[in-house]
């Protein structure tokens, strides 16, 4: 299974981006987004894919982005980025990878507290398949 070099390249892309840097102020973004606590302005990922499927599955990676109300407008600019890096009409290369990318929703994150705001987005990744004829 080749999901992990695909998200790896997404990451990659997404830690060098100028306003994802903004929001994280260089956290490094981790994994595990299904419990959201609030220590510091942050985007965490989890990942859904299908193990059996062949080699190259899709891959739903979702990200939450997660910041104090205060800075709330460094959250609205990362997802922006990320919109803009991951709703594309054409393939794009990440890391060696030529993919898909589609966003399939964006959401407010419910309890994330009155302090706290949060945003969780899920993109679609498929790596572009290349075929050779004879």
């Not at 790896?8 to 973004?29: H, R, S, Y």
């Not at 059996?52 to 997802?79: P, Q």
């Not at 030529?98 to 399939?104: D, F, G, P, V, Y």
């Amino acid at each position: 299974m080749r999901w992990d070099a695909v998200v790896e390249a997404v990451l990659d892309e997404l830690q060098q981006n100028a306003d994802v840097l903004a929001l994280t102020q260089g956290t490094p973004i981790t994994r595990d987004a299904s419990e959201v606590e609030y220590d510091r302005d942050q985007v965490r990922y989890s990942v859904l894919t299908n193990f059996t499927g062949e080699t190259w599955e899709t891959v739903v990676l979702t990200l939450v982005l997660i910041s104090d109300r205060r800075n709330f407008a460094r959250l609205v600019e990362a997802e922006r980025a990320i919109r803009r890096l991951f709703d594309a009409d054409l393939p794009v290369r990440y890391g060696g990878l030529w993919l898909h990318s589609t966003l399939l929703g964006a959401r407010d994150i419910p309890g994330a507290g009155d302090r706290v705001a949060g945003r969780s987005l899920d993109i679609r990744l498929e790596v572009v398949r290349t075929r050779y004829t004879a």
